[in-house]
Nanobody, 125 residues
Framework: QVQLVESGGGLVQAGGSLRLSCAAS????????MGWFRQAPGKEREFVAA????????YYTDSVKGRFTISRDNGKNTVYLQMNSLKPDDTAVYYC??????????????????WGQGIQVTVSS
């Protein structure tokens, strides 16, 4: 059974930084791509960033490029999202997700099978 637990969210002023962590249980973490998504109030969930199983590839939605960095530590079964220069528009519940299939790179589509419970990020103006 795969469980994903996010941490590191909170309230920050515009221009500030936060680092989200997602700790994964289950086997073979190092063979699955991981992603971060977010859902703002009244909006659909949207893709934010993804990283391949060995960290050789990353992919970001345009609105966070240059501000957010996704990384992972396979020894700790953890994926991170470093968020800098935060804006009020980044306010949302952030979710981490694990790809459905191992050694598969489809970063922004619906190919994620497991989701965390989500964590709130609020950016004040």
């Amino acid at each position: 059974q795969v469980q994903l637990v996010e941490s590191g969210g909170g309230l920050v002023q515009a221009g500030g930084s936060l680092r989200l962590s997602c700790a994964a249980s289950g086997r073979a973490f190092s063979t699955y791509a991981m992603g971060w998504f977010r859902q703002a109030p009244g909006k659909e969930r949207e893709f934010v960033a993804a990283i391949s199983w060995g960290s050789s590839s990353t992919y970001y939605t345009d609105s966070v490029k240059g501000r957010f960095t996704i990384s992972r530590d396979n020894g700790k079964n953890t994926v991170y999202l470093q968020m800098n220069s935060l804006k009020p528009d980044d306010t949302a519940v952030y979710y981490c997700a694990r790809a459905r299939l191992p050694i598969t790179w489809n970063p922004s589509d619906g190919n994620y099978a497991y989701w965390g419970q989500g964590i709130q990020v609020t950016v004040s103006s």
